[in-house]
Nanobody, 118 residues
Framework: VQLQASGGGLVQAGESLRLSCVASGSIRSTATMGWYRQAPGKQRELVAGITGDGSTNYAASMKDRFTISRDNAQNTVYLQMNSLKLEDTAVYYC?????????????WGQGTQVTVSS
């Protein structure tokens, strides 16, 4: 499984961005997909996740501003980010979780930088 994230960039506070992550290889529609982020000097944290049947979960601080969605036909997961804040500046990573040889396994994309300026 390979994950290719895109859509990051430099925006001003209050603006929006949409991240995309295209999965290729042996990705299954039942895989749980998600977005994580890592700011400088901080640990990687969950932003949002979506299961194969469309159930979603969000970090509490982002629930009202971010929306995760997926298009299984395109093997793509999206993260719509609205009302961006300075503290949203981070590298955003796409994640896929599915079984591999009968065991849970996590795949990671290369990350896309989001920078929010004042």
């Amino acid at each position: 499984v390979q994950l290719q994230a895109s859509g990051g960039g430099l925006v001003q506070a209050g603006e929006s961005l949409r991240l995309s992550c295209v999965a290729s290889g042996s990705i299954r529609s039942t895989a749980t997909m998600g977005w994580y982020r890592q700011a400088p000097g901080k640990q990687r944290e969950l932003v949002a996740g979506i299961t194969g049947d469309g159930s979603t979960n969000y970090a509490a601080s982002m629930k009202d501003r971010f929306t995760i969605s997926r298009d299984n036909a395109q093997n793509t997961v999206y993260l719509q980010m609205n009302s961006l804040k300075l503290e949203d500046t981070a590298v955003y990573y796409c994640n896929a979780q599915q079984s591999r040889y009968g065991l849970p396994y996590a795949y990671w994309g290369q990350g896309t930088q989001v920078t929010v300026s004042s």
